[in-house]
């Protein structure tokens, strides 16, 4: 994925830890946005979701032509076999990675 900050000075925080199968990362930056491109896609494995919780400030998410416009409390979820585009005021933000097998079927 790629990070795009609007202002280059501007700084992050990026904490990421293992949690069994998954990745819990949480981010806390200023006004920006991330891309997951069709590259990115190739370059990871095809079979990862990642559910994504709003903190604090707001989130534009973007995947196969559909957007959610996220507050504090909202959750998404991304399926990372596609690519997506999420932007960002200052916000914080927890995102879950997970493969597919760990999705409850219906």
């Known amino acids: 994925m790629d990070l795009r900050p609007e202002d280059p000075a501007c700084w992050s925080r990026v904490v990421t830890g293992a949690l069994g199968a998954a990745t819990v990362t949480d981010v806390t930056d200023g006004p920006g946005?991330?891309?997951r491109t069709t590259l990115h896609v190739r370059r990871s494995?095809?079979?990862m979701y990642q559910?994504?919780?709003q903190v604090r400030g707001q989130t534009v998410a973007e995947q196969d032509g559909r957007?959610?416009?996220l507050k504090p409390g909202?959750?998404?979820l991304a399926d990372l076999s596609r690519p997506f585009r999420c932007t960002h005021r200052a916000r914080r933000a927890v995102c879950v990675t997970f493969p597919n097998a760990m999705m409850p079927s219906a």
């Open 67 to 69: 957007q959610a416009r």
């Open 74 to 76: 909202d959750l998404s």
């Open 45 to 47: 494995p095809m079979d």
């Open 33 to 35: 946005e991330a891309i």
């Open 51 to 53: 559910l994504f919780v």
